[in-house]
């Protein structure tokens, strides 16, 4: 089964320092490349900051954009995986394995299989 793991955290808890910040990527480096060696991994991206956001809504056959995330909240959503594992509860040991959990949050969600 399909499940996506989506990261969320505060960019207030960011790495503080050059060194920080390399081992944050060097630890989503080793993580990725253990999921991709498990064949568990079909995709997963980093995103650009909530800022660089754009919001669409349709309403009465009016669209409407909007700058910046849809809700004010202190996380963001800042990188996602979808990965291929028998079970909920392999997909739970993943994200708790994405070093973002460790400050942040990840949340697991089966993909819908619409075939």
């Known amino acids: 089964m399909k499940y996506m793991l989506l990261i969320y955290t505060d960019p207030a808890d960011g790495p503080k320092t050059q060194a920080e910040g390399e081992k944050l990527t060097a630890d989503y480096a080793a993580f990725t490349q253990e999921i991709i060696d498990s064949q568990e991994l079909v995709v997963g991206d980093a995103l650009q900051g909530a800022d660089t956001a754009t919001v669409v809504r349709l309403r009465s056959g009016t669209v409407a954009t909007t700058d910046g995330p849809f809700a004010e909240?202190?996380?963001?959503?800042?990188?996602?995986?979808?990965?291929?594992?028998?079970?909920?509860?392999?997909?739970?040991?993943?994200?708790a394995r994405i070093p973002g959990a460790a400050t942040g949050s990840v949340e697991v969600r089966p993909i819908r299989d619409m075939g």
């Open 73 to 95: 909240t202190k996380e963001h959503l800042v990188g996602y995986y979808v990965v291929e594992v028998p079970d909920l509860d392999r997909a739970l040991a993943l994200a």
